[in-house]
């Protein structure tokens, strides 16, 4: 497992401390995947409700708070593959 797939995981974990009704997956280009579910926030690559899409550095400045998702999503530095309610809903959290 990478060093930034770890960091993220660590920093997803304190985050979202009270885990996450429905299942996303962050995939981390070049990195690999996150999923985050009710469970909390693990490696891995399973089915999710949404999958979000973003270079290493985009997906840092998101768990670090230097960057809205949003705003990521807007510029076209975040994609988002299944629902958007969900991916929503992921984004206020981490906000």
Same mark, same amino acid.
């Given at each position: $497992?990478?060093?930034?797939?770890?960091? #993220?995981?660590?920093?997803?974990?304190?985050?979202?401390?009270?885990?996450?009704?429905?299942? %996303?997956?962050?995939? /981390?280009? *070049?990195?690999?995947? /996150?999923? !985050?579910?009710?469970? *909390?926030?693990? #490696?891995?690559?399973? &089915? &999710?409700?949404?999958?979000?899409? &973003?270079? &290493?550095?985009?997906?840092?400045?998101?768990?670090?708070?230097? !960057?809205?998702?949003?705003? #990521?999503? $807007?510029? *076209?530095?975040?994609?988002?593959?299944?629902?958007?309610?969900? %991916?929503?809903?992921?984004?206020? #959290?981490?906000?």
């Amino acid at each position: $497992m990478s060093d930034i797939i770890t960091h #993220a995981i660590t920093a997803l974990s304190k985050r979202l401390s009270d885990g996450f009704d429905g299942t %996303a997956k962050f995939e /981390i280009e *070049g990195e690999g995947t /996150i999923m !985050v579910d009710d469970s *909390g926030v693990r #490696a891995g690559d399973d &089915a &999710a409700d949404v999958t979000m899409i &973003a270079s &290493a550095e985009t997906f840092q400045g998101i768990i670090e708070g230097d !960057v809205n998702p949003t705003m #990521a999503f $807007m510029s *076209g530095k975040l994609k988002v593959e299944g629902d958007m309610g969900m %991916a929503m809903k992921l984004g206020a #959290a981490l906000s």
